[in-house]
């Protein structure tokens, strides 16, 4: 861990990247976790799945925003569990009955909850590069059955290009983000129709920021 800016981050492998950010009181960052936030505005009630947890950046911002909210998280590395819990408020989302946390293999078949998800987030790299078996199509149509009705996916993809095709393949009409934050290439993907102007107003003032730019994630494709 260390500090950046006012805030604990978790350096997670030798690449460097920034894994997870905690600011107490703050949670909004600057970068491509607050867009993660945005998906309970999108879906149905229900609950949401946060697939790569890390030390649990986007749980916090959902559940700063969207009081209420439900979340279950997978992360695979068993270190960080504890270090999130002690040091970057996990335990108190646990505690709250608000996140549930799971230690193992967020693609897993049994990473489901029953009746499906309201939306899922996904977030999944090793060694600072995206998990080579997201580049499937069929991973994201396997995802998709792990939906409810009118469920959406919003992941982030880096900049690379063939998550997006395979994204795409399951999720034609997918939307695509640009990053956020000049010094990322961050870009996100939101499975679902395109989101009406009328949505994005009904979103909490700090987050208004990532409800602009959305395009169709194909239209994307020439920058990765």
Known sequence: MKEVAGATALILDASGSIHSLYREGTPITGSYWDIGSLLPGLVPDGPIGILGLGAGTVAHLMNHFWPGVKMEG???DPKIYPVARDHMGLQQL????????HVGDALAEDAAVPGGFAGIVVDLFAEGQVLPALQQAEVWKQMAKKLKPGGRVLANISDNRALAEAIITAFPEAQGH???NA???NYVALTGPPVSEDVWQTFPEQLKYCTTGWQPLKDLLWDL
């Open 74 to 76: 997978w992360e695979l």
């Open 94 to 101: 646990e505690d709250s009955g608000a996140l549930v946390c």
């Open 178 to 180: 640009v990053p956020i």
């Open 183 to 185: 010094n990322t290439r």
